[in-house]
Nanobody, 113 residues
Framework: QVRLVESGGGLVQAGGSLRLSCLVS????????MGWYRQAPRRQREFVAR???????DYADSVKGRFTVSRDDARDTAYLQLNNLKPEDTGIYYC???????WGQGTQVTVSS
């Protein structure tokens, strides 16, 4: 059974940093593109970043230069490094194994001004 578990969220001040992790069980990680999305209160879920199986990356314009997506195939884990956080980055962050449309439970990121 494939399962995605996010961790690493928390409360930080504006300008701070967090690193989110997404552990994928089920021996499927190596060939899978992984995406990160977020959902702010009263807003629709939006794309944040993506890392392909080969390591190429893609970002939403709002996070370019501040967030970095990566993967460690040896650990079956995808990461999202969040730097220079802003209050508008607040939300629940989800990872997804896009090919199978599988999602984790999310991890809360709150940025105070």
């Amino acid at each position: 059974q494939v399962r995605l578990v996010e961790s690493g969220g928390g409360l930080v001040q504006a300008g701070g940093s967090l690193r989110l992790s997404c552990l994928v069980s089920g021996n499927i990680f190596r060939g899978a593109a992984m995406g990160w999305y977020r959902q702010a209160p009263r807003r629709q879920r939006e794309f944040v970043a993506r890392v392909s199986a080969g390591g190429s990356t893609d970002y939403a314009d709002s996070v370019k230069g501040r967030f970095t997506v990566s993967r460690d195939d040896a650990r079956d884990t995808a990461y999202l490094q969040l730097n220079n956080l802003k209050p508008e980055d607040t939300g629940i962050y989800y990872c997804t194994l896009e090919a199978l449309d599988l999602w984790g439970q999310g991890t809360q990121v709150t940025v105070s001004s």
